[in-house]
């Protein structure tokens, strides 16, 4: 971290792409739209001590694909090492699986050979480019048509555009929905098409009631938040996005519940944010989007004059750490404590030398749950 920018940033232009917000896709489950991580993996302890998983975003690219190779090599031998102290037992992908229109033809080079050996399910949030659709197409299709084919089946099955793949389509009852875990809830929201998210007036009452609903097994679960669009951010590509902060802001005074973690892609670079209450919590925001895509996005040095980093809605809010050379992805562990549970985020990247294929560690931090603080180890 060489830049010593310490606030979010605006776009000082900014783009309206309203025009892009598409329909959603029929849910293929039952209202609330919960699925039990057990159903996935039956084997599970459903009172474990520990769980850890990985999270990753803007995985594909339509052009140089050796980077999501790379990050999908690394995960991979965390996942079959024999001294891992805590294995990943699934994955959760944070948007943008495919590039650029979310087209079943771009699915087998761009998810399905990329995470062929990846011995874990994966789940997905939809990114914008996910959601979007090719205008010059000759087949024309639904927004989300292929990303629900591959991850919000109703059933598990081989799925037609994979290329052979042995990985069967994932359940996820629908584009917004929770995944219920041992040791935390994790709610998964779609933001749509649009570069700085929307969502509609039915998904924010639900997620309204998932918050209230998680919140009664605080402390033994945490709440962790997902969303594609990244609610803050200092880079000079994307920046903050002042719609999904705003309504952010104003479910969690709705419910009176505040996550303990979010998590977001979008922005293609890894950046941890605090964001300070008036009532003494801390909580992190996580963006995760260095997973693949051969661009990254530089974080904006002081000064620059084509951002804006002084509004009243980003000042509680500072850039702790930042990766924007490397990809990398996170893994997460959960761990019971004798109060709630202790999250634990690990980013891991890659360096630029002879051993530049290995993954090392770049920060670790610690959230625990029902405490206002977090604790940080950077390495």
Not at 33 to 50: F, G, V
Not at 247 to 252: H, K, P, S, V, Y
Request: charged letters at 20%; hydrophobic letters at 35%; one cysteine or more.
């Amino acid at each position: 971290m060489t830049n010593v920018r310490r606030q979010p940033v605006l776009l000082g232009s900014l783009i309206d792409d309203a025009f892009k917000i598409k329909p959603l896709p029929a849910p293929s489950g039952k209202w609330p739209y919960r699925l039990k991580l057990k159903q996935i993996l039956p084997e599970i302890d459903e009172q474990p001590a520990t769980m850890s998983f990985h999270v990753v975003g803007d995985t594909g690219s339509m052009k140089e694909r050796t980077f999501q190779h790379k990050v999908a090599r690394e995960m991979t031998k965390q996942l079959l090492a024999k001294n891992n102290s805590c294995t990943p037992v699934f994955m959760l992908h944070m948007g943008d699986v495919v590039y650029n229109y979310g087209e079943a033809s771009e699915y087998p080079a761009q998810f399905f050979r990329p995470y062929e050996q990846y011995p874990a399910p994966i789940f997905a949030l939809a990114g914008n480019h996910d959601a979007d659709i090719n205008p010059e197409s000759s087949e024309g299709y639904d927004s989300l048509e292929a990303f629900t084919q591959v991850f919000c089946a109703k059933t598990s099955d081989k799925i037609a555009f994979s290329g052979g793949s042995n990985r069967f389509s994932m359940i996820q009852p629908n584009v917004y929905w929770t995944l219920v875990t041992p040791l935390a809830n994790i709610i998964c929201l779609y933001g749509n098409a649009t570069k700085y998210g929307f969502i509609t007036e039915q998904q924010e009452a639900w997620f309204i009631q998932e918050l209230l609903s998680a919140h009664t097994e605080r402390p033994k679960k945490a709440i962790i938040v997902c969303i594609h669009q990244a609610p803050y951010s200092a880079d000079t590509n994307h920046g903050s996005s002042l719609n999904m902060i705003i309504f952010l802001e104003r479910a969690f005074h709705a419910a009176g519940v505040k996550p303990d973690l979010v998590l977001s892609g979008h922005v293609h670079n890894y950046q941890r944010f605090s964001k300070r209450y008036a009532d003494g919590s801390v909580i992190p925001y996580v963006v995760s989007g260095a997973g693949g895509y051969a661009d990254l996005h530089r974080i904006a040095e002081p000064g620059n004059p084509l951002v804006v980093d002084n509004l009243p809605i980003m000042r509680q809010v500072q850039l702790e750490n930042y990766c924007d050379t490397h990809h990398g992805f996170l893994k997460i562990t959960l761990s019971k404590q004798e109060v709630g549970i202790l999250i634990s985020c690990e980013y891991f990247t890659f360096r630029q030398d002879a051993h530049g294929d290995e993954a090392t560690l770049f920060e670790r931090f610690y959230v625990p749950v029902s405490y206002p603080e977090y604790q940080v180890s950077i390495h």
